[in-house]
């Protein structure tokens, strides 16, 4: 079945600057990868997606890269902010199945 | 509704007795999700519904765990004979169809704790 690795499990980084977390997946036929953003005591949110048939998609200070031939995709979070800090998690989707799965999360924190 | 809506939003029961947990997904999602979520850990995948039917309950722990859907609408996740390790919080989430083809949506979950 599908395997999502997620790296780093904690990233602290100063405020303004940019923060990347990377996720590889096993099956080459998942094709639709959502990030999920939770804060504390609330439910995930999906915050950006990517479909397979896209390299890159952006939304503001928010963007995710896909790399299909080495199965890894990527988050990208420019000029951070406070309201940054909370748990990222990348998933990956095969469409046969609809089974989504979850990397481990990063918790993120923005430091003042 | 407006969201994905779980009940209870808190529950602490004590070790051996059963528990329900609601799930009242976005009005016209007919694909449905649970998860479960233990403290500072990831998404654990339990079972997934399409329409009434659950093509895939290979994430359940354990017979003691259970899920239905009636009416392609609410369902409820029910933990019978609970043990402490049940102690997490217990998400759902909902889809218009196929996650494949469209955004999934979680509610706030319900953080169930066995004393």
């Known amino acids: 079945g599908e395997n999502v690795e997620q790296h780093p499990s904690t990233l602290s980084v100063q405020e303004g600057d940019s923060a990347v977390i990377k996720c590889t997946y096993s099956?080459?036929?998942?094709?639709?990868f959502p990030w999920y953003k939770q804060e504390l005591g609330k439910g995930p949110q999906l915050i950006i997606d990517?479909?397979?048939?896209?390299g890159e998609k952006k939304d503001q200070r928010i963007a995710v890269t896909l790399n299909k031939t080495a199965k890894h995709f990527s988050l990208h979070i420019t000029e951070t902010q406070p309201e940054d800090s909370a748990v990222y998690f990348c998933?990956?989707?095969?469409?046969?199945?609809?089974?989504?799965?979850f990397g481990k999360g990063t918790r993120l924190h923005i430091l003042p | 509704g407006a969201g994905v809506s779980q009940s209870p939003s808190n529950k602490v029961t004590e070790k051996g007795k059963d528990v329900e947990l609601r799930c009242d997904p976005i009005?016209?999602?007919?694909?449905l999700y649970w998860y479960r979520q233990s403290l500072g850990q990831g998404l654990e995948f339990l079972i997934y519904?399409?329409?009434?039917?659950?093509?895939?309950k290979s994430g359940l722990p354990s017979d003691r765990f259970s899920a239905e859907r009636t009416g392609g609408s609410v369902s409820t996740l029910t933990i019978q004979r609970t043990q402490q390790e049940d102690s997490a919080v217990y998400l759902c989430?909902?889809?218009?169809?196929?996650?494949?083809?469209?955004?999934?949506?979680f509610g706030e979950g319900s953080w169930l704790t066995v004393v």
């Open positions: 099956d080459s036929a998942s094709n639709y």
């Open positions: 998933a990956a989707v095969m469409n046969r199945d609809d089974k989504i799965i």
């Open positions: 009005s016209g999602h007919t694909a």
């Open positions: 990517i479909r397979s048939n896209v």
């Open positions: 989430a909902s889809s218009l169809d196929r996650v494949a083809g469209n955004t999934i949506y």
């Open positions: 519904f399409q329409g009434n039917s659950a093509p895939d």
